[in-house]
């Protein structure tokens, strides 16, 4: 959903929701907190606001005895209602990219809409006699899957980020129009199209064969993928059906209402700031530091979803950057750079705002993989150490002659297929609590999981075809990325993505943008300035980060069919399925708002802050830092550092285990704002006051429908962005423009006027 990026730092979801917030781009692994693309969720541990469903602890029983097969899951109605659900919310996850990268996951929009309009459809053909298939969780799940996987190209796709970056727009903005040739790709409908269907489909084959390890063997708990899971079995239960009736309801009045707002603040919007969304509510001076209210529903939304701590530490981030560093900087206009630049310049004070920003997000996002890295090594290692011990003692017990039948052949009594050695092997690697022992439901789900296998071979041959089609025809589309470069990634690409999908399923954390960072920087540096390196480093940081976030993704994905007992083959074809969906409506979702609006423009209503970000990176990589202004390195040094003291002194307060460390900021929501500005921070706290007044007066009621409101204000702004888009492409322009002067201003203004 490093979905802007989906990416590190992802805490567990409230009841299936995620937030991607780029890490500089990462998605919120599917929900983190991609600020980048990494994507934050509520239910971190010690927040008590955000627990999974009681259902969650023991689940519902499901009321379908019988699960249909692979074939009988994948239905026309299913893709159909797929493909409409992804378009429309395709538009909403572009418009949050091309904003500031903070993208909230929309699996409780797409499970509740997918599962009402499969619902009604069904209704509808009951009544009069015609209907012949019932619905069922494991339809609902690919559902699910095809409509995520759809609008997870929208944001792993690049288009507010590593795709954008290599326009002829954003290097005119960054470098007042002295990008070489080499460096610059302009941007065309057929070869991003093209590039996606290229790389997109590589990741779902390279870690297929590890599904069963991953999912049964290590028992990873992938916490996205599991509350998305309990969320749709809770639909399908009697009283889970009411429930998201009622979320429905509530979902499709934020929606309307969101819509006409959005459409009313049109009307007002007739030139360069003006409307609702310029109000200087802190007054004129506050207003040009970034500091006021735009009355905008996405953020208000977004903020309900994202945890309080994210939304406050935008806020401070936002109070360090635009209220006491860049007011400093500006001050030394003319001794630290020259002040005849203009303030798109990466020789001037845009300078320190890119570079700084991506110092931090560096800094967290180095410490966020180290970190994830060590805690899977420690992991696997003990996992070791069990299979190791275990069999020592089972050795020693043959060389005293004590017959193993009793103790490892024997199936438990109510026919689960662990045996009693199995359960000694769980208990000691301390599974058992999870996965108790004579539990048929448990069993149930293994053997559904495993009925249906995807041939080794399959997967293998896959993996190296398209890999071969890549190398092959990726250098046609970015002639600087030769093919040995893209050999070299698909080689280290398993290793990569395995680490990301183990460290996902233990921590919830997505480093899929941290991964594509790591390559601008690398192949940046190997191509080299005069080869074109800008642009093969952002070519290669594509390859790599849809590599690695589809095969997290993948496993999110088998984890929740897991648990809906959904088939793994039924998962995996409709995330192909909505994959390529994804890479015709991604495209074109985004060209519309690219030949509508002037997307990556600073100032404009769609800055793509993460194409600066990432071209800034590319050119950091290939230049070196030589080209920074004056004490712009002394400055990324110290917040780099500093982003990297503050998250180990925070993980140290965390081991403290006292519940400390919650009430501690969260660096990469700080890095956010420091290149946007304060105004996003605002909706989003006010977002946050809502719902803290909302729980403080009705809890339960705040737990089951905030989510739907919130993601109808979501959807709602976002879908507006269509008809803008095409009314814009008409060429029909807002009638008013409402515009807040100051009184001398005004007077000027009215002097002309009647002059």
Request: charged share 15%; net charge positive.
């Amino acid at each position: 959903m490093d979905h802007p990026e989906r990416d590190p730092g992802r805490p567990k979801p409230r009841t299936g929701e995620e937030v991607d917030i780029e890490r500089g781009d990462d998605h919120l692994g599917r929900d983190a907190f991609d600020v980048d693309g990494s994507m934050v969720t509520r239910g971190q541990e010690g927040d008590d606001r955000l627990q999974l469903p009681k259902h969650a602890e023991k689940e519902d029983a499901l009321e379908e005895p019988a699960v249909p097969s692979w074939r009988e899951q994948l239905t026309a109605r299913a893709f159909a209602v797929s493909l409409v659900i992804g378009f429309f919310l395709s538009f909403v996850v572009m418009k949050l990219s091309l904003t500031t990268g903070i993208i909230p996951s929309l699996n409780v929009s797409a499970g509740l809409l997918g599962f009402f309009l499969i619902r009604s459809w069904t209704a509808l053909l009951a009544r009069v006699g015609l209907l012949q298939t019932p619905f069922t969780p494991q339809e609902n799940t690919v559902v699910q899957t095809c409509v995520v996987a759809t609008t997870g190209i929208a944001f792993s796709g690049g288009f507010g980020s590593y795709l954008l970056a290599m326009s002829r727009r954003v290097a005119d903005s960054m470098g007042g129009g002295t990008a070489a040739a080499i460096d610059v790709k302009e941007l065309s409908l057929g070869w991003m199209v093209g590039f996606l269907l290229l790389v997109s489909f590589v990741g779902l084959f390279s870690l297929v064969t590890l599904r069963k390890t991953m999912i049964v063997k290590f028992r990873l708990r992938y916490p996205s993928g599991t509350a998305t899971a309990h969320l749709i079995n809770s639909f399908h239960t009697s009283g889970g059906a009411r429930k998201a009736g009622k979320q429905v309801a509530y979902l499709f009045k934020s929606f309307v209402g969101s819509f006409a707002w959005s459409f009313f603040q049109w009307f007002y919007t007739g030139g360069d700031d003006c409307g609702f969304g310029a109000f200087p509510t802190f007054g004129l001076q506050a207003y040009r530091q970034k500091f006021y209210f735009d009355f905008s529903a996405t953020y208000v939304g977004v903020g309900m979803i994202c945890p309080y701590n994210i939304n406050l530490s935008s806020l401070l981030g936002s109070i360090i950057s635009w209220g006491i560093l860049w007011p400093y900087i500006q001050s030394k206009k003319g001794s630290w750079y020259s002040a005849e630049l203009p303030a798109s310049n990466l020789h001037g004070f845009a300078g320190y705002k890119v570079f700084i920003s991506i110092a931090v997000i560096l800094g967290d996002g180095l410490f966020q993989f180290f970190r994830v890295l060590l805690t899977s090594l420690i992991d696997i290692n003990r996992r070791w150490k069990a299979d190791r011990d275990f069999l020592k003692e089972e050795e020693e017990e043959r060389s005293d002659h004590v017959l193993p039948s009793a103790a490892t052949t024997a199936m438990s009594s109510n026919g689960r297929g662990a045996t009693a050695v199995e359960a000694l092997r769980r208990g000691r690697r301390g599974e058992a609590h999870d996965h108790a022992v004579g539990d048929p439901e448990e069993a149930r789900r293994v053997k559904f999981f495993l009925k249906d296998q995807i041939p080794q071979w399959l997967s293998i041959s896959m993996y190296v075809g398209l890999a071969a089609i890549s190398c092959i025809g990726v250098p046609f589309i970015f002639p600087t990325l030769r093919w040995y470069h893209i050999l070299v990634t698909y080689f280290i690409a398993p290793v990569l993505a395995f680490c990301n999908a183990y460290g996902c399923g233990l921590t919830d954390w997505s480093l899929a943008s941290s991964y594509g960072k790591l390559a601008i920087f690398v192949f940046g540096m190997w191509v080299g300035v005069n080869g074109g390196g800008v642009l093969a480093g952002l070519a290669a940081c594509g390859v790599m980060m849809n590599i690695v976030s589809t095969a997290s993704d993948l496993m999110q994905d088998f984890r929740t069919g897991y648990l809906t007992l959904a088939s793994p083959r039924s998962m995996f074809f409709s995330q192909i399925a909505g994959t390529a969906m994804g890479c015709v409506i991604g495209p074109c979702v985004f060209w519309i708002f690219y030949k509508s609006f002037p997307v990556g423009v600073e100032g404009s209503a769609y800055p793509a802050p993460y194409a600066q970000v990432y071209r800034g990176i590319a050119l950091v990589g290939v230049q070196g830092f030589s080209t920074l202004p004056k004490n712009c390195l002394s400055l990324c040094l110290a917040f780099f550092l500093g982003a990297m003291a503050f998250n180990g002194l925070k993980m140290a307060v965390e081991h403290t285990k006292k519940g400390w460390h919650k009430y501690l900021p969260n660096v990469m929501a700080m890095a956010i704002p420091f290149y946007l500005g304060s105004y996003f921070t605002i909706d989003m706290c006010l977002g946050s006051l809502i719902l803290f007044l909302w729980e403080r007066r009705h809890r339960a009621h705040a737990d089951k429908f905030a989510p739907a409101v919130a993601s109808g204000m979501i959807c709602g702004d976002g879908i507006w962005s269509l008809p803008a888009a095409l009314l814009a492409m008409a060429k029909v322009q807002p009638p008013i423009c409402m515009k807040f002067l100051s009184m001398a201003a005004n007077a000027k203004v009215d002097a002309f006027l009647t002059g």
